[in-house]
Nanobody, 120 residues
Framework: RLVASGGDLVQPGGSLTLSCEAS????????VSWHRQAPGKERELVAE????????????NYADAVRGRFTISRDSEKNTVLLHMNSLDAADTAMYYC???????????WGQGTRVTVSS
């Protein structure tokens, strides 16, 4: 089960950290990512972490719109995926979802979403 939390109302320029608790998963066996969906728009990839991929080439990747402001990380002991967000602006307002994709099978799992609103 994936439970996302940390969404809130924050002022422009502010910071927020989202958390995704992955109960029942061995986190290192998955590519982890955050996606967001703004009202009236399609869901888009924000950040992903494949650094635990047993195949070469694992890395973290970011959407152009958030690179340098957002950081994805994983705590395998706590089975938690984090998204640290800095310098937030109104364009970051969206529902944020965490996702796990198995390196070994076709299975993927979505969290329920946590809402981030950036407004003064």
């Amino acid at each position: 089960r994936l439970v996302a939390s940390g969404g809130d109302l924050v002022q422009p320029g502010g910071s927020l950290t989202l958390s995704c608790e992955a109960s029942g998963f061995i986190l290192d066996k998955y590519l982890v990512s955050w996606h967001r969906q703004a009202p009236g728009k399609e869901r888009e990839l924000v950040a992903e972490d494949s650094t635990t991929n047993p195949r070469p080439g694992g890395a973290t990747n970011y959407a152009d719109a958030v690179r340098g402001r957002f950081t994805i990380s994983r705590d395998s002991e706590k089975n938690t995926v984090l998204l640290h967000m800095n310098s937030l602006d109104a364009a970051d307002t969206a529902m944020y979802y965490c996702k796990l994709e198995s390196y070994y099978t076709i299975y993927q799992f979505w969290g329920q979403g946590t809402r981030v609103t950036v407004s003064s």
